[in-house]
């Protein structure tokens, strides 16, 4: 059997992470566990701390770290909170893949769920893989997905109809 308490999604809140999200309401709906959605917001006093003064570092990353809560809450329904209990963190790190594999260990996920852009030659060789290192190196099974989604996903009125 399978036991499934906590539902983590990552997200960059592009198309793919969109439908990570979609899979993981499904999920922590399913099994009746805790979804958490999280953001990783990029750590810019470290990236560019020879390139600006530290004080005008420390506003923007605050602006950044902000609008990114702010999406985070606008992503996650009343209805998911109620249901599912969910909520949203925006953590700040140098590694977003290192982020989210310890906040998985650090809330005891069972499932990380989170979408992947498919890249691949240069484009792969270049920017690496968030999604393959959490894969890596994740405490927990990790679902990747892809936009758009494969059919098994149904809107809910559809699900409705054909139980009826």
């Not at 997200?11 to 499904?26: H, K, M, N, Q």
Request: proline share 4%; glycine share 6%.
């Amino acid at each position: 059997m399978i036991r499934i308490k906590n539902v983590l999604v990552a997200t960059d809140f592009s198309e793919p992470s969109a439908v990570a999200l979609d899979y993981g309401r499904e999920l922590a709906r399913t099994y009746g566990a805790q979804l958490h959605v999280l953001h990783v917001v990029e750590d810019l006093r470290w990236r560019y701390a020879t390139d600006m003064a530290p004080t005008a570092l420390v506003g923007i990353q605050e602006d950044v770290q902000a609008a990114a809560s702010s999406r985070l809450d606008a992503l996650v329904t009343d209805e998911d909170r109620q249901q599912l209990g969910a909520h949203t963190v925006a953590l700040t790190a140098i590694s977003p893949s290192d982020a989210i594999v310890q906040y998985a260990k650090s809330e005891g996920a069972d499932v990380i769920v989170m979408g992947t852009h498919g890249r691949s030659g240069f484009a792969h060789l270049f920017m690496g893989s968030v999604a393959e290192r959490v894969v890596r190196l994740a405490p927990c099974p990790v679902l990747t997905t892809r936009h758009p989604q494969h059919e098994f996903i149904v809107p809910d009125a559809l699900v409705a109809v054909a139980r009826a």
